[in-house]
């Protein structure tokens, strides 16, 4: 029971026992942990228990009962995966990838179903996928989420319907395709490349927590989706000059080391920190820090002028705590955006 609750202090917990309960259910205090550990003074466990279970114990012995029952059965973890069947608009990405963080588990990896026009997520948790038989509450907002002003979008925008057991992908979703970028790719689209970007967006597994990642979602379709967009357009096309193309979350810690030669190329990705000294250092493997058990989320976004305008945003305007921090990084460039688009997009 003490490895399954963790430290008291869900903090504490999130950096020493990250899957325990206190980690992934509790709050920001340990007036907020959802799961406290038994007393080590078999007198202190006696009284606890007496309080929790008053009438049914001896209150003035120790005297255990025979053949308890007990009253916890927590399931073996176990590799599943869901498809979210609902197409996926910009207006809704950060509600869904809110909940998957919230209430999937150990999220492994997040793809677009190239099928349905939904997403494929592969997660670990406690009995693998059948909560999802008594979950009716699949896309309702994390408990401790800010919500912004700027929302269009409501929390039943989502059906818990929309949500269904599938296979798991081969090698759990995390493949991608290492594809090089040459000259040749960019011969005779010169003025396109000029005018319409390709933006790579990345958030460090450290604020891939279902409040921050839904934020950033929302703030992004607040700036660039615009509300003029009508009805009638398809979901993965949004108005004001600002596509959403993809988006996917994996947790690079499970890539082989074989294949991540690749990933050398987010060394490329910068943060722009507006209160660091050290803002020009390469950031080195922040997308697979040991200490956090989420993935890193790529959104992957198509505007004119979108690359500049992005950096004006990140720069002046953008308010939140990890955009204001070094947890929000995005390709500096096409090249570099091209490559990453062809690496881990290109092929879904």
């Known amino acids: 029971w003490r490895a399954l609750a963790g430290p008291t202090d869900p903090q504490l917990a999130r950096r020493t ?19 406290l550990a038994p007393p080590t003074l078999r007198i202190k466990a006696h009284a606890d228990v007496v309080w929790a279970f008053g009438g049914r114990l001896d209150g003035l012995t ?7 029952v007990h009253a916890v059965a927590v399931p073996a973890p176990m590799i599943y995966a869901l498809r979210i069947c609902k197409p996926l608009t910009f207006c809704t990405l950060g509600l869904i990838l809110a909940a998957v963080l919230q209430r999937a588990g150990d999220v492994l990896s997040v793809n677009l179903d190239t099928n349905g026009g939904g997403l494929v997520v592969t997660a670990v948790r406690e009995g693998g996928g059948v909560f999802l038989s008594s979950c009716g509450r699949f896309f309702k907002a994390p408990v401790d989420e800010v919500r912004s002003q700027s929302i269009s979008c409501s929390d039943d925008a989502l059906s818990a319907g929309s949500v269904e057991l599938c296979e798991v992908p081969p090698h759990s979703g995390t493949l991608f395709s290492p594809v090089e970028v040459s000259a040749d790719m960019l011969e005779g689209n010169t003025e396109a490349v000029r005018d319409v970007d390709v933006l790579i967006v990345g958030v460090r597994p450290r604020a891939s927590t279902p409040s921050i ?17 009508p009805s009638s357009v398809p979901s993965l096309n949004v108005g004001c000059g600002v596509d959403l193309l993809a988006v ?50 790529l959104l992957c976004l198509r505007g004119c002028n979108l ?33 990453a688009y062809c690496t881990f997009f290109a092929h879904l």
């Open 307 to 339: 690359l500049s305008r992005f950096k004006s945003f990140l720069m002046h305007e953008w308010k939140l705590s990890a955009a204001t921090s070094d947890d929000i990084l995005f390709a500096p460039s096409q090249m570099v955006a091209e490559d």
């Open 17 to 35: 026992d990250p899957l325990s309960f206190n980690a992934r259910f509790g709050g920001s205090s340990r007036s907020e942990a959802v799961a």
């Open 248 to 297: 996917r979350a994996l947790d690079f810690r499970i890539v082989p080391a074989a294949e991540a030669s690749p990933l050398q190329s987010f060394w490329s990705f910068t943060n722009l920190a507006r209160r660091r000294s050290d803002a020009n250092i390469l950031n080195h493997n922040w997308w697979a820090e040991p200490v956090s058990s989420t993935p890193a989320v």
């Open 213 to 229: 990642v839904r934020q950033v979602c929302d703030d992004l379709h607040a700036k660039f989706g615009g509300s003029a967009c």
């Open 62 to 68: 120790c005297t255990c009962p025979t053949n308890p």
